[in-house]
């Protein structure tokens, strides 16, 4: 859309040359009363009672809910989710002092960070590069830890409760 520059301010004003021009819809067009159709007029219908299920049918096995709530109780589920809790929150505030630490070193010792380590490299910039290198890694590590002690035993709680489902 054009940006449209407006007239100079006056003493004090403000020059809005980056506000958008305004659009002005156009006027409709006059449609003659027999073109008009009337709009539908919703009628509500009773609900039905739902028809009770034959004798012969098997009755349907525990809903969805109760199975998900009786796996939420196990103890499988509460051992991976110990065992996710027990690596992901240590490892977050590790992660978030670090990055605190590099931002406060920023902010209160900004000489310390202009100190040069090899050629134009100082130490602000070897600090902010092995922020994406600890990244790296513990994506890594969150990798590794997932495969070797919680995806087994998520797999077969997922197969467990997919059998009651069915």
Not at 76 to 105: C, D, E, K, N
Request: charge should be positive.
């Amino acid at each position: 859309m054009p940006q449209q520059q407006t007239r100079n301010p006056e003493p004090g004003g403000q020059l809005d040359w980056w506000a958008p021009t305004p659009v002005i819809p156009p006027e409709p067009a006059a449609v003659p009363e027999s073109v008009l159709v009337p709009e539908p007029v919703f009628v509500p219908q009773p609900l039905l009672a739902p028809e009770p299920l034959p004798a012969s049918e098997p009755v349907p096995g525990p809903s969805s809910i109760e199975v998900y709530r009786a796996v939420q109780r196990s103890a499988a589920f509460q051992r991976i989710r110990h065992s996710y809790r027990t690596f992901v929150f240590p490892v977050s505030g590790v992660f978030l002092a670090w990055y605190l630490l590099y931002v406060a070193a920023q902010a209160a010792a900004p000489a310390l960070m202009r100190t040069p380590v090899a050629g134009p490299v100082n130490v602000a910039w070897l600090l902010g590069l092995l922020q994406f290198a600890t990244t790296f890694v513990l994506a890594w590590l969150y990798a590794r830890n997932a495969r070797t002690k919680r995806d087994r035993a998520a797999l077969s709680l997922r197969w467990d409760t997919q059998d009651q489902l069915r």
